[in-house]
């Protein structure tokens, strides 16, 4: 149905910048939703950062200041510029793709995941 790709991970040291993307294909007319999402090992997924197809955007508080979710609609691709790393970041982030409604998320994808990992 809808199929996403990731790309832009890797190892960083503390205080610096990544950029992720995130290319989606297949039958996405029906997407409003995009976000990342974020699971270090041993620990719950987290919703790290989310567009809406209006434009209003969503970060979580330890992100706030320091991530920026963005969207090239041309290109259906979704990015996550991180600045400020710290080695709390360290996970692997998954690129979402959902329709969303009042109802809540009644379709939903999933990127294959991103190595993020920084070190002191």
């Known amino acids: 149905q809808v199929q996403l790709v990731e790309s832009g991970g890797g190892l960083v040291q503390a205080g610096g910048s990544l950029r992720l993307s995130c290319a989606a294909s297949g039958s996405i007319s029906s997407i409003n939703a995009r976000g990342w999402y974020r699971q270090a090992p041993g620990k719950q997924r987290e919703l790290v950062a989310a567009?809406?197809?209006?434009?209003?955007?969503n970060y979580a508080d330890s992100v706030k200041g320091r991530f920026t979710i963005s969207r090239d609609n041309a290109k259906n691709t979704v990015y996550l510029q991180m600045n400020s790393l710290k080695p709390e970041d360290t996970a692997v982030y998954y690129c979402?793709?959902?329709?969303?409604?009042?109802?809540?998320?009644?379709?939903?994808?999933w990127g294959q995941g991103t190595q993020v990992t920084v070190s002191s």
């Open positions: 979402n793709a959902a329709r969303v409604t009042l109802r809540g998320i009644q379709e939903d994808y």
């Open positions: 567009v809406m197809s209006g434009g209003s955007t």
